[in-house]
């Protein structure tokens, strides 16, 4: 995974590599990388340290993984995160 910082391009590049290729999931990271470090900074920025930020991401990851939050609702949060943090 090439976790660059990218704190004024936070765009989400779509995947090149067609659906259950052995290097879409580190793609998808690659493209997804400099959303989540924005946000990361943004929260650090706030106050929060940096192991509840991961600790809270992986949860948020975890819950939607095991489909114990809704979509809308996550939808919801995620906007709310980015308008908060812009």
Same mark, same amino acid.
């Given at each position: 995974m090439n976790m660059h910082k990218h704190p004024d391009d936070?765009?989400?590049d779509p995947p090149?590599?067609?659906a259950f290729h052995p290097r879409r999931i580190e793609e998808c990271q690659d493209a997804i990388a400099g959303a989540v470090t924005k946000v990361m900074d943004d929260a650090e #920025? #706030?106050?929060?340290?940096?192991s509840e930020i991961t600790l809270a991401i992986a949860a948020i990851a975890d819950a939607v993984m095991l489909h114990e939050v809704d979509l809308e609702e996550m939808n919801f949060l995620l906007r709310d995160m980015m308008k908060n943090g812009s």
């Open positions: 936070t765009s989400v090149t590599l067609p #920025a #706030a106050g929060w340290t940096i």
